[in-house]
């Protein structure tokens, strides 16, 4: 079982910057392989970012340049640093957590961008 607490969301002037923190529960966290998602109101969750075990990133096409994912094992957390926002990135963040059968997730932050 992980536990994942998401934070750092907020209100934001379209242009500025955000960084999501996500915490993890248990002993086994560099195990699993991380990732955000939002969920606009009116639409489905959709994938932003994810990182493998090792570190490798992949990012989808809207965000690709002004987002970046991170881990720190050590600290049982990813990030996710967010430039350049768009009022099209207002959405609760959700943080997710796979190994194997397993899957995960956190409660989500509220990030608003105004316009």
């Known amino acids: 079982q992980v536990q994942l607490v998401e934070s750092g969301g907020g209100l934001v002037q379209a242009g500025g910057s955000l960084r999501l923190s996500c915490a993890a529960s248990?002993?086994?966290?560099?195990?699993?392989?991380m990732g955000w998602f939002r969920q606009a109101p009116g639409k489905e969750r959709e994938f932003v970012a994810a990182?493998?075990?090792?570190?490798?990133?992949v990012y989808d096409d809207s965000v690709k340049g002004r987002f970046t994912m991170s881990r720190d094992n050590a600290e049982n957390t990813v990030y996710l640093q967010m430039n350049s926002l768009k009022f099209e990135d207002t959405a609760v963040y959700y943080c997710n957590a796979i190994l194997g059968e397993y899957n995960f997730w956190g409660q989500g932050t509220q990030v608003t961008v105004s316009s």
């Open positions: 248990g002993s086994t966290f560099s195990r699993y392989a």
């Open positions: 990182i493998s075990r090792s570190g490798s990133t």
